[in-house]
């Protein structure tokens, strides 16, 4: 159902509205969500915000980190499930020792998945970029991972060093690589 008050275009659905508004009286309050209808994508602006802020802030670092600062953060941290997932580049601003971070987990956007991590680097006083990501499915009981698809917010992955870094993972697993889906 659109609110009157709150569909600004036909190309912009609303889902459920917060407003109160007469035709939407009966539903529950929630949050004010809307789709894009013409492209598909699932990621808006203020997303794409979020994971442009984010990489920055990671390119910064404060420059104390130490290379055992960066051997403190495990290489692959993948979860059971279908989940987004990104590549994480790590660097000791000092000498420039870098350490690619595999993560995959819980979250409604690649940055939500990325967010934890590159803020403990910054804690840690290591830089880091994001060159992208997509999404993995681990299945423990199959033992099959898939990897696959893409990041809006900040770009394909390298799948194939995606599925390198599982394959040392998760031994005796079948991993992989498509470049279809999303």
Not at 21 to 45: E, F, I, K, Q
Not at 174 to 180: E, R
């Amino acid at each position: 159902q659109r609110c009157r008050r709150h569909s600004s275009s036909a190309t912009s659905l609303l889902l459920l509205c917060a407003c109160a508004c007469p035709r939407l009286a009966a539903a529950p309050a929630r949050r004010v969500v809307s789709v894009s209808m013409s492209d598909g994508h699932t990621t808006n602006a203020l997303d794409q915000d979020r994971a442009a802020a984010l990489r920055a802030a990671g390119q910064q670092g404060s420059g104390q980190g130490s290379a055992d600062a960066l051997d403190a953060f495990p290489a692959v941290s993948v979860a059971n499930g279908l989940y987004k997932y990104v590549l994480i580049n790590a660097v000791v601003p000092k000498s420039g020792e870098r350490k690619v971070l595999l993560r995959s987990g819980p979250g409604n956007y690649h940055v939500d998945v990325a967010g934890p991590t590159v803020n403990a680097l910054i804690a840690a006083g290591l830089a880091s970029d994001i060159p992208g990501g997509g999404r993995i499915n681990r299945d423990d009981d199959t033992k099959d991972i898939s990897i696959f698809g893409f990041s809006y917010g900040f770009g394909k992955g390298d799948h194939a060093l995606a599925a390198e870094m599982c394959t040392a993972q998760f031994s005796g697993y079948k991993v992989s690589v498509s470049d279809g889906g999303y």
